[in-house]
């Protein structure tokens, strides 16, 4: 076994050393860092406008106990799903459960197979390696695997080889619309914010893309083809001290792609980003936008969500994209894809269009989470 894992990094590095290489022989800007798994000590020093680095970077100096950060990674169909989190945090400044996690470095992969049946697992690693190209990022993560992006992040591609759990395969992303900050298009390349709220970053390398799965968990096969999404998020304080809730969630509605981030800190104030494009081209980011819990019980609408809040039917997403013109989405909570005491995803249908304008009705799926610390 140890044997086989030092092979394993072996050849992880032996990659990565390569993909440097050969960017550094293309004149692109490259990094390359070992990630401690273990707390240290001192100021987290996060980065927070885009001139400081990659797009897909990593964004902490380094990861003190209170500081978090990670690479999410999504696909979804209509039959199945699937969601793997690279970790570069403690578990308590994520203020998740999953409190066994003894080190800073670690991978979640948790979704739904076509029966409904769910599965979750948490792979530690003891070695992390993180390297960015371009503004494309690649980690490896030992005894999991690894995740590898294109300099325009275009294309990523994750490996799957985690014995622990016994889960091997593939996933395949082909980016299909452009990537985005908070409120501006990477594109832009002015010097934009990156913080969403305070002391809470959000870069949204792959916003939509077409995405392909092939696992094999415990011995069962997984095939998913379907939409794709990745992210990251990161913060230099504890989630649950800045955080009180928030509404997150992509989907694809016929031309459209959407991703919707509604977040209420921890002193009540509403911080929001809307990102609408049609047919891959921008329509409209970072405008006014409300997401809000549909139900029959009063419970399920309560809005700003307090602890009498239970789970809703769904969400009620509107943008009102200026010049653009106004659209409302509506994301139905079919599928109950993680649950745990501090957030909900689900996967569902996602129907709606321009108001007063064309309504799509489907293949429409997405994927979304209400967090909350209430
Ligand atoms: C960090 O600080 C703690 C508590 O003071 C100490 O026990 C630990 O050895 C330090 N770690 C490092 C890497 O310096
Ligand atoms: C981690 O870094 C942040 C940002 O500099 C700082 O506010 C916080 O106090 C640090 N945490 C610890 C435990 O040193
Ligand atoms: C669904 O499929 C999984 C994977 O094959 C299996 O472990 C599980 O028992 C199945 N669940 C049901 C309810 O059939
Ligand atoms: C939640 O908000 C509702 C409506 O304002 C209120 O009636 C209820 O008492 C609140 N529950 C808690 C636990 O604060
Ligand atoms: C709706 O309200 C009823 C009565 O208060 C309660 O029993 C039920 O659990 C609630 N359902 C949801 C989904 O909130």
Redesign the pocket.
Known sequence: MAQKLTLQRVFGLILLAFSIFASVASGLATSFASVPPTVSNGSSIMVTTSSQGAFDGPKLSIVNSTSFEWWYFDIASEEASVQIVFFTSTVSAIGHPESSVPLVTYVTINGL?????A?GYVVPSMSVYIATDGDGSSGFFDGFGSWKGTPDMSHYTITVDAEAIGVKGALYFQSAAPAHYPFNFAAERTDSTEVLAPNFGWANAVPDSDAQAHLS??G?KLHIVGRGYHDKNWGDAPMQDTTKTWYWGHAKVGPYAIVWFDYIARDGQEYYSAYLTKNGVPVSLGSSMTVRPYGRNETQTLYPPNASSTQPDGFIINIDAGYAGKFEFSASNDDVVQAIDVYTRWTGQVIGGPVGGEQFYGPGVGLWEWMRFI
Do not use: A, E, K, R
């Open positions: 197979f076509p029966n409904g049946t599965f968990i415990g069962t």
